[in-house]
């Protein structure tokens, strides 16, 4: 794989244009990639900036760092349990105001956990009664926030001079993926995955492949709306500082193989600010997957990630999914 790291030339303080008027949301924005994507785009004038998560000290802390030197930018924590598709679609539709929305971005998530089930039931191998929590947290939450909110961006998109965007963060490690790229067999009959050290990282795979395959999916049936997924570089988060040491390991001896230096959450985030804000709508590809910085990157996905007929039918049992709650 070529060695293409952030760009050392990128300053989104120079970079990222105005942002007056617009109403953006950031999911996982109370730690890591999504509070430093706050932080970033908060200087350049948002409207309001929408934030989710389960810790209500650390979102009060942030909002309030933010508004101290940009109080006239209008932020809102909603308190989300990404396990939960009934708690996203409750919180979110209580919780946002807005009769516009412009850019929505998908970052929070997990990685190589073991199989616990998700509150709902998907990708589940311990019990056979839900789906793993990493496809149930990193997708199917995801899928339901774009549900709830997907008549405000449609809205948004038929105002004059409208620019909305769906940004879903993946990663390289999507590669980790089975076989058979979407395993609806394991999804549908709660049939376990691979349990041993890198079972984690398969069901990872799964899960990234799926944002990878969404995006693509959603571009297609939704052109007005430019849907990316974006791969935000190796970077030093607690999602990788509190796996054990086993998963730790794995990560860096990956790493050193490929030549990759871990980001600070502050540059993980100048793809998905680039992507967001700084990128004109005519220079991006709608349903593109994007490497750090800016980098549409199609020459990175395999035959999985670019199977058009394999996101339809991801689409439409996500669909099936969401439908029961």
Excluded at 168 to 187: D, Q, V
Aim: proline share 6%.
């Amino acid at each position: 794989m070529k060695n293409i790291q952030a760009r050392a030339d990128f300053d989104p303080v120079k970079e990222v244009p105005s942002l007056e008027g617009k109403v953006l949301f950031i999911t996982g924005g109370t730690a890591g990639i999504g509070a430093e994507t706050a932080r970033t785009l908060a200087p350049h004038g948002p409207s309001h900036i929408y934030i989710t998560g389960r810790n209500r000290k650390a979102a009060d802390t942030l909002i309030g760092d933010i508004q101290k030197s940009y109080a006239s930018v209008g932020m809102t924590f909603i308190e989300v349990d990404f396990t939960s598709l009934s708690s996203v679609k409750d919180n979110v539709q209580k919780g946002f105001k807005h009769e516009r929305l412009d850019v929505l971005m998908c970052t929070a998530g997990i990685m190589a956990s073991p199989p616990v089930l998700s509150k709902d039931g998907y990708e589940t191998p311990t019990d056979h009664e839900t789906p793993e929590i990493q496809f149930a947290t990193n997708h199917l939450a995801h899928a339901m926030l774009i549900d709830v909110l997907l008549p405000t961006l449609l809205r948004t998109a038929r105002t004059p001079a409208s620019d909305v965007r769906i940004l879903s963060t993946t990663s390289m490690g999507y590669g980790f993926h089975p076989g058979n790229g979407i395993s609806f067999a394991e999804l549908d009959s709660r049939s376990s995955m691979p349990r041993f050290m890198l079972g984690g990282w398969v069901r990872y795979g799964h899960s990234k492949l799926a944002n990878i395959l969404y995006p693509a999916e959603l571009a297609r049936r939704y052109p007005e709306i430019t849907s990316l997924s974006i791969h935000p570089g190796v970077v030093a988060t607690d999602l990788m500082y509190k796996q054990d040491w086993q998963t730790r390991w794995f990560i860096h001896i990956t790493c050193w193989l490929q030549g990759l230096k871990y980001l600070t959450p502050h540059q993980g985030c100048w793809n998905q600010v680039y992507c967001a804000a700084v990128a004109k709508k005519e220079e991006l590809v709608n349903g593109g997957f994007y490497y750090p910085v800016g980098l549409h990157a199609p020459d990175k996905l395999d035959k999985a990630a670019t199977d058009a007929n394999l996101a339809g039918r991801l689409w439409e049992w996500t669909q099936g999914v969401l439908q029961k709650f």
